[in-house]
């Protein structure tokens, strides 16, 4: 069996392939095909430069027994100009259906999003309507449709598992989680607007095993799940979450939503005239703050793949993964 990871190198890549290296017999072979490699603790991947935006051809022998994992994107928003989105998210699902067709895989495990669903305040489960309202969840609808025509073309024999992923955390994150925990740790975090704005969330480590037993014991078809916790959490949980487990003080102070978006426009643009980019600071993050994602993970629960570590467990995992010293 061959396990093909496009995006290997990416962050829920590298805990994918720790997660079946410890699994599989050396008879089966891990790939990760990447922009570029990187310097992680993966001893049995093979690593394959290569691009999704263009067309994919792979130097491995038994090709047709290969389960494919589609991670490959551009996905930090705003970040990215609106093309970018388009030519690695979409194109990409192009020509990783095409090299499945041109070599007889029959599974393909897609890493969506949750960014289909829209900012709503709303409940999102799997066969909620879709309304994207940013050029990443545009995007990332797009490759889901391209992959379930894949699908469509041998219904009985092809396979194919859509996650729709929360904000995922975990060691090597480098995202919102980590952003969060310097904050408490710094004592400057403040509540935007609410305390009880729900974020749905999920472990990095539940995310890899999920993607794994996914692929194996599901039937030719379409599966979708939304990967993350049931019920979502409010950010105050979150917060209050991170703080026990790192014996930080829980914060309490809370922003007027309205004032913190003009602040937030305010240093933002004034940055940008004077030629400094502020990390972290621009409003349409402040902006997505103080929306809900209150996406289900009801179906997630109920199957056989429910997550393993709750909140606070997958945090303390997190410190030890990192020697107890932090979270990052």
Not at 276 to 304: C, F, W, Y
Request: charged residues 20%; contains cysteine; proline residues 4%.
């Amino acid at each position: 069996m061959n396990f093909i990871i496009f995006g290997g190198e990416g962050f829920i890549g590298h805990h994918l392939i720790n997660h079946i290296e410890k699994i599989i017999d050396q008879k089966s072979k891990i790939y990760s095909v990447d922009l570029k490699k990187k310097n992680v603790l993966n001893n049995s991947r093979i690593f394959f430069n290569g691009d999704v935006r263009n067309r994919i051809s792979l130097d491995i022998s038994n090709l047709s027994s290969s389960i494919i994992y589609n991670l490959a994107a551009v996905h930090k928003t705003p970040g990215h100009k609106d093309n970018e989105y388009y030519e690695t998210n979409v194109l990409g699902a192009i020509n990783i259906c095409q090299f499945a067709r041109d070599n007889n895989i029959n599974t393909i495990v897609f890493t969506s999003s949750i960014a289909p669903y829209g900012a709503s305040e709303d409940l999102k489960e799997e066969n909620s309507i879709p309304m994207p309202n940013t050029p990443y969840g545009i995007s990332k609808l797009v490759a889901e449709y391209i992959h379930k025509v894949w699908q469509a073309e041998m219904p009985n024999n092809r396979k194919l598992i859509i996650v729709r992923p929360g904000v995922v955390f975990g060691e090597a994150e480098e995202g919102n989680f980590t952003r969060l925990y310097q904050s408490l740790k710094k004592g400057v975090f403040f509540y935007p607007g609410r305390k009880n704005t729900l974020k749905a969330a999920v472990y990095v480590k539940d995310v890899a095993r999920i993607l794994y037993e996914t692929s194996l014991n599901e039937k030719p078809g379409v599966c979708i799940f939304n990967l993350t916790y049931h019920p979502a959490p409010t950010i105050k949980y979150i917060c209050d979450s991170i703080s026990n487990v790192m014996h930080l003080k829980s914060p309490n102070i809370l922003i007027p939503g309205s004032l913190l978006k003009v602040a937030a426009a305010g240093i933002y643009y004034t940055g940008f005239f004077v030629g400094k980019k502020i990390n972290g600071i621009h409003p349409d993050r402040v902006k997505k703050l103080m929306i809900s994602t209150n996406i289900s993970g009801e179906k997630l629960a109920h199957s056989q793949y429910a997550l393993k570590f709750s909140l606070e467990e997958a945090i303390r995992d997190w410190r030890n993964d990192c020697d107890g010293k932090g979270l990052n």
